[in-house]
C-alpha cells in the first residue's frame, strides 16, 4: 500500500461507511434477483432430500459414528455437508459478481474513490458472509422439521441455544472463508465462463472431498487428500456443533480445536491475499 | 505565476509491447477546462486511467492539487471525480442508491449527504428519476447522474472520458450545459478526453495527441490561427475524374471528405474564384471557410482526426 502517512483513526473511520456501503448493496441486488435466492438454497435442499433417500441403504456409517446412540442415517450424514454447500453456492454467487462490477464499470468507480483497498474486499466479503449465514441458517432451521412430512428420517439433532449460537458463528468462520476464497479466483477473471470453469474443477470438488457428501474411511489416498482439504475442517467442525453429543477424534474427522484454527488461518491467508490482489493497480483492473 | 492544478512530466507508458504513452507532459491550470483529444488508439485513455490513478505510473512524475501520483495516490483519490466512458453505476440499484452507495465509500456522513443528493439531482434536472432502476435509464439520464456521482464530494478536479460517446445531440448539449455549469459554480477544474471535433471546441485548452505523443497543445483558437491560410472545400460532378486536374490547377493537395474535396490553400477567395471561371459547370458545391482542429491534427501528423464520429475506443 502507498497510502501510509494517513493516521490508524483516519484509516478506520474510512473503513467502516465504505465497507457497509457495499456490504448493502450486496444485500439489495440479492433480493432483488428473486432467482439467486432460489437457486442458492433450492438445490441444496433438493440434493439432500434426493440423495438422502436414494443413498439411505447404502451408506456405511463411518467410525466415530458408532458410540452415537441410534444409527448414523446418511440424510444425517449429509445434513452439516449441505449447510456448507448453500455457503460454497452463495459465496460463488457473491464474488462472481465481481467479474460483472468490472465489465459494467462499477467497480472501476469504486477503485478510484479513496478507501483502503481492503474496504473492497471486506465489502465484498461482508455482503457475501451475511447471505451465505441467513440461506445456511434457514435450511439448518427448516431441513430437520421434514422429518415431519416425510422427506427425511428423524435426526439426532438436538441444539439448545448455545450450540445455535455457536454454530452461527463457525458458520459465519466458513462463509469468510469462501467468500474471500471465491473472491480471489474471481478477480484475475475477465469471464464468467472462467470462473464456472474453476467452479467445477476445484470448488465442487473441494466440497465433494471434505467430508461432507462422503466419510472417505476406506481409501487411503482420499483420506490423505480430505485431510489436506481445508474445508474438511469446516465440515468437521460444523458437524461437531450440530450432532448431540461427543464425537471422538479419528482420522477424517479433527478434534473441534484443529478444525477452529486451520478455518481461521485458511480464512485470513485468502483475505490477505485478496487485499494484496486488490492493491496492484494493475491493467486488469480497468474494463 | 499561474496556479496549476495538474502537473505532468515525462510520463510514458508500456502495454507489455505495446507503447501507449511516451513521453508525455503537460500542465493544467486551475478552474480550466481541458480537452485531451486525439483518435482511437492515441494513448488518451491511457493518460486518462493513469491520472484516475487505476494504472500504475511507470515512467515520469505526476502531481496533482500538489500531491504526487506515485506515492500519495489516496489523497489524490479524494481531490478527483471520475466519470467514465461507460457509466459506473450499479444498474439494479435506484439512482439514489446509487449515489448514496457512492457518497459512504467517499466517507460523507449521511445528513450532509442527502442534502448533497438533493441537490445534484435538481441541479442536474433528474429528481424524478430518483427512485428509477439505474439499468432502465436512458444514456443521457445515466451520463447525468454519473456526473452527479462523480461530483458528490466536490472535487477540485473532475475527469471525463469521452464523455458524449452515445449521445444524441440533444443529450450531449445537456450534459455540457451541465459541465460548464459546474465550472463555473465551483471553480471545478475538467479534464476531458475526446475524439470529437464538437467537444474539443467547448474547450478552453487542448492537447492533441497522436500514437501516444503530444502533437501540439494550446487554445482551439491558437491551434486553428496557427495554420495558415484558409479551407477551400468543393463538390464537383465527377470528383474521381476531375481530382488530378484541379490538385494541379489549384498546385495545392486534396483530401477527400465524403463526395467533396478539401484543399488547403493561401488565398481561398481568389482560388475560388479561378476554379469557378475554369471548371464553371462541374462545380457543384463550394464552401470557404477558416482551418478547423480536424486541419490542425491533420497538417501535424499527417493523419484524419476521426473516421468515424460515433465511433468507439
Redesign the interface.
Known amino acids: 500500500m502507498?497510502?501510509t502517512?494517513?493516521t490508524a483513526n483516519d484509516e478506520v473511520?474510512?473503513i467502516w461507511?465504505?465497507t457497509?456501503?457495499?456490504a448493502?448493496?450486496e444485500l439489495?441486488?440479492f433480493f432483488?434477483?428473486r432467482t439467486r435466492v432460489i437457486g442458492a438454497i433450492g438445490q441444496p435442499f433438493i440434493f439432500w432430500v434426493l440423495f438422502g433417500a436414494g443413498l439411505r441403504g447404502s451408506f456405511q456409517s463411518p467410525d466415530w459414528a458408532a458410540k452415537l446412540q441410534q444409527p448414523l442415517t446418511y440424510q444425517e450424514y449429509f445434513f452439516p455437508g449441505i449447510a456448507v454447500l448453500i455457503v460454497m453456492f452463495t459465496a460463488i454467487f457473491s464474488t462472481i459478481s465481481i467479474i460483472e462490477?468490472r465489465r459494467?464499470?462499477?467497480?472501476?468507480?469504486?477503485?478510484?474513490?479513496?478507501?483502503?483497498r481492503s474496504?473492497i474486499v471486506l465489502g465484498k466479503v461482508l455482503g457475501g458472509t451475511i447471505l451465505a449465514v441467513i440461506q445456511a441458517g434457514l435450511f439448518l432451521c427448516i431441513g430437520p422439521l421434514l422429518s415431519y412430512v416425510g422427506l427425511s428420517p428423524g435426526l439426532q439433532i438436538h441444539v439448545d441455544a448455545v450450540q445455535a449460537i455457536c454454530a452461527a458463528i463457525f458458520l459465519t468462520l466458513i462463509a469468510i472463508e469462501l467468500t474471500a476464497l471465491g473472491f480471489l479466483i474471481a478477480w484475475p477473471m475477465s469471464s464468467t465462463q472462467g470462473f464456472h470453469a474453476i467452479m467445477s474443477i476445484f470448488l465442487m470438488p473441494m466440497w465433494l472431498l471434505s467430508g461432507s457428501f462422503f466419510p472417505g474411511d476406506g481409501s487411503n489416498w482420499l483420506a490423505w487428500i480430505i485431510k489436506l482439504n481445508p474445508l474438511t475442517y469446516g465440515v468437521a467442525g460444523l458437524r461437531r456443533l450440530l450432532y448431540s453429543g461427543e464425537l471422538p477424534v479419528t482420522d477424517t474427522l479433527p478434534s473441534m480445536a484443529v478444525c477452529l484454527t486451520v478455518s481461521a488461518v485458511f480464512a485470513a491467508v485468502c483475505f490477505g491475499i485478496c487485499t494484496w490482489l486488490v492493491s496492484?493497480?494493475?491493467?486488469n483492473?480497468?474494463? | 505565476m499561474p496556479d496549476f492544478i495538474l502537473q505532468a512530466n515525462g510520463v510514458s507508458h508500456q502495454y507489455g509491447q505495446t507503447q501507449a504513452l511516451s513521453d508525455v507532459s503537460l500542465q493544467i491550470r486551475a478552474g480550466c477546462l481541458f480537452g485531451l483529444l486525439g483518435p482511437n488508439g492515441s494513448g488518451k485513455t491511457t493518460l486518462f486511467r493513469l491520472l484516475a490513478t487505476l494504472l500504475p505510473l511507470q515512467t515520469g512524475t505526476v502531481s496533482i492539487a500538489g500531491f504526487d501520483l506515485k506515492n500519495q495516490s489516496s489523497q489524490i483519490r479524494r481531490q478527483l471525480g471520475v466519470t467514465f466512458q461507460s457509466p459506473a453505476l450499479d444498474n439494479r440499484l435506484t439512482v439514489q442508491e446509487n449515489l448514496r452507495c457512492h457518497g459512504r465509500i467517499y466517507g460523507i456522513a449521511s445528513g450532509p449527504l442527502k442534502s448533497r443528493i438533493d441537490d445534484l439531482l435538481n441541479q442536474f434536472a433528474i429528481a424524478d428519476r430518483r427512485h428509477s432502476i439505474a439499468g432502465e435509464l436512458s444514456g443521457g439520464l445515466r451520463r447525468r447522474v454519473e456526473l452527479a456521482k462523480g461530483l458528490l464530494h466536490h472535487p477540485t478536479l473532475l475527469l471525463l472520458d469521452e464523455p458524449s460517446t452515445g449521445l444524441d445531440p440533444a443529450a450531449r448539449r445537456q450534459f455540457w450545459d451541465a459541465i460548464h455549469d459546474q465550472q463555473h459554480r465551483e471553480g471545478t477544474t475538467v479534464v476531458v478526453t475526446t475524439h470529437l471535433m464538437e467537444e474539443a471546441e467547448c474547450c478552453e485548452q487542448l492537447l492533441l495527441l497522436d500514437k501516444g505523443k503530444v502533437v501540439c497543445e494550446g487554445s482551439p483558437q491558437e491551434l486553428q490561427a496557427s495554420l495558415n491560410g484558409d479551407r477551400l472545400t468543393i463538390r464537383l460532378r465527377r470528383t474521381s475524374e476531375l481530382r488530378t486536374r484541379l490538385e494541379s490547377f489549384l498546385n495545392a493537395e486534396s483530401r477527400p471528405v465524403g463526395d467533396r474535396l478539401c484543399f488547403r490553400v493561401n488565398n481561398a477567395s481568389g482560388d475560388l474564384q479561378r476554379t469557378m471561371a475554369e471548371f464553371g459547370d462541374e462545380v457543384v458545391s463550394a464552401e470557404v471557410a477558416r482551418p478547423t482542429l480536424e486541419d490542425v491534427f491533420l497538417e501535424k501528423t499527417g493523419r484524419v482526426l476521426s473516421d468515424d464520429h460515433e465511433a468507439k475506443s
Open positions: 502507498s497510502n502517512s494517513n473511520f474510512r461507511p465504505g457497509a456501503a457495499l448493502s448493496r439489495v441486488r432483488r434477483q462490477d459494467e464499470g462499477f467497480l472501476q468507480g469504486v477503485l478510484a474513490a479513496p478507501v483502503p474496504v496492484r493497480p494493475t491493467a483492473n480497468v474494463a
